[in-house]
DNA sequence: TGTAATTCCTATTAAATCGATAGGATTAAT
DNA sequence: ATTAATCCTATCGATTTAATAGGAATTACA
């Protein structure tokens, strides 16, 4: 299940992606808009801030902004930084694997080669559609 | 994340298909073979069992047995019993839908729309994938 | 220079979920 | 009867999630 926190954080760079003009873009802007409550949504831009998709204005006037283009910021890199692995088990993981406490044998766990499968998968759609493709109006 | 509920249930329906005989499989034989808390294990069968994907034997000599062939047992009916929505999102599950709160406009909403791209892959998986290939040696 | 507006930071909380355990009721084979 | 298994309900502790609180630091601008 996605987390408010990711479902948030994907709301909320669509939402600055699809801003004009170079004036940063204020919390308070992007929650109202978007029905986030704006503490909680602080904490997702300052975690997205740290993570070097988003930078920062402080002071009267502040905000946030990209720091890359829309089409280089790619879902696999905003799901890690808000959502944690994309593989749904440690021992599938490719950035952040753990060994099972269980299986002896990875290779021969039934559940490991499935959930291979899952994340490559969805690794391949999470590859290839980056901010532009949520932004834009269209999408294919 | 893959819950416990769903990696303990998934290996023991593949040891459950790779039994052989026409004995049912006792729950404290699997525990100790898979290295699962036999209660623990005792209540998941039971949920696949009222599922119907387990069939049981009570008393002595009791234990489970399939109900179908593996290969008739896709991963998309284990994982919504065990794990629930195959959806990251709810307002994208086939068997779970809900609107949500906030958005007003579905097909406007970035993150439905990338949901849709992760669940048709993931269903894409889970649908070809039956406990036949599970509990074969080789997995292609 | 002072005030308002904004991001930044840390801590806390309430609720939900997860993983596991406990204890016995029920059923069937011998 | 006795033994061995599933069945059922309840509970518990730990963790995670979603949100809130309160203020520190920084900046624009009158």
Do not use: W
């Amino acid at each position: 299940m996605l987390s408010k926190k990711t479902k948030y954080g994907l709301k909320a760079l669509t939402y600055i992606a699809r801003h004009k003009g170079d004036t940063p873009v204020q919390v308070g802007e992007i929650a109202k808009s978007e029905q986030i409550p704006q503490k909680f949504l602080e904490s997702i831009l300052l975690t997205l801030r740290k993570a070097g998709i988003l930078g920062s204005k402080k002071g009267k006037h502040g905000g946030y902004y990209l720091r890359k283009t829309p089409s280089d910021i790619k879902m696999t890199e905003v799901m890690r930084v808000l959502e944690g692995p994309i593989a749904m088990v440690p021992c599938v993981s490719l950035n952040f694997y753990e060994k099972c406490d269980d299986c002896p044998d990875e290779n021969l766990c039934s559940v490991h080669r499935l959930m291979v499968q899952v994340r490559d998968n969805t690794l391949y759609v999470l590859r290839s559609t980056t901010l532009e493709d949520l932004s834009g109006k269209k999408y294919v």
